[in-house]
């Protein structure tokens, strides 16, 4: 079946920082892959989204890259701030809506 | 500004009860889920639906129902509510934009329940 998976946090950078979220994906034919953002005390919101091979997502910095040959859609930011700390989540969409998501990462920014 | 709605932001039920977790979605959408969130497992998908009166199981439905009588109503009800139901609902709708495509999900935020 589908899953997904994506690197264990807690992950803690400084202001300005590179950041990095690992996420590969298992899953038959094209699904859509998506990064969800949950800030405390909200629900998930989304953050962005690809809907085929090496199409890049992009939305307030963040990017990520649809890559079919490595299975992954890694989230990246260049300049991470202090109110992006919050938890990620990737997902896969493969068929009418249904969402399956990884198990989150959870970001937290340090002045 | 749309908008999904989660009828309590906190419970606490004891062992035995039964629970009903009610959302409603003003957007008109087909489609309304119902996923449970628990630290280190991510997020689950309980029951969805795609139209007024269907259901479909998702991945954990053992222990739960669900009822959706109006298109903006998506209930989620535990007959018998256990110690391992003590959880963060999230429930969550979208349009339908075509078979084999998947729309943006719209969250709630959330409903923490507590079973003693």
């Known amino acids: 079946g589908d899953s997904v998976t994506q690197m264990e946090g807690p992950v803690t950078l400084s202001e300005e920082a590179f950041l990095t979220i690992n996420c590969t994906y298992t899953a038959t034919g094209y699904p859509s892959l998506f990064w969800y953002v949950q800030y405390p005390g909200e629900g998930l919101q989304l953050l962005l989204k690809?809907?085929?091979?090496?199409d890049k997502g992009s939305n307030k910095g963040f990017e990520a890259t649809y890559r079919k040959e490595t299975t992954s859609f890694h989230l990246e930011k260049g300049s991470v701030q202090v109110s992006d700390s919050a938890v990620y989540f990737c997902a896969l969409g493969r068929r009418r809506e249904k969402l399956t998501f990884g198990t989150g990462t959870r970001l937290t920014i340090i002045p | 500004d749309v908008k999904v709605t989660q009828s309590s932001r906190y419970l606490v039920k004891r062992t035995g009860e039964k629970v009903f977790l009610e959302c409603v979605q003003d957007m008109d959408h087909e489609n309304m889920f119902w996923y449970r969130q628990d630290p280190g497992l991510g997020l689950r998908l309980i029951y969805f639906s795609y139209d007024v009166k269907m259901k479909e199981k998702g991945d954990i439905p053992e222990g739960y129902s669900v009822s959706r009588e109006k298109k903006e109503r998506f209930s989620l009800i535990l007959e018998s509510a256990s110690t391992n139901q003590t959880s963060m609902y999230l429930c969550?709708?979208?349009?339908?934009?075509?078979?084999?495509?998947?729309?943006?999900?719209?969250f709630g935020e959330g409903s923490r329940l507590t079973v003693l």
């Open positions: 969550a709708s979208s349009f339908y934009v075509g078979q084999g495509d998947t729309g943006e999900l719209f």
């Open positions: 690809a809907t085929k091979a090496d």
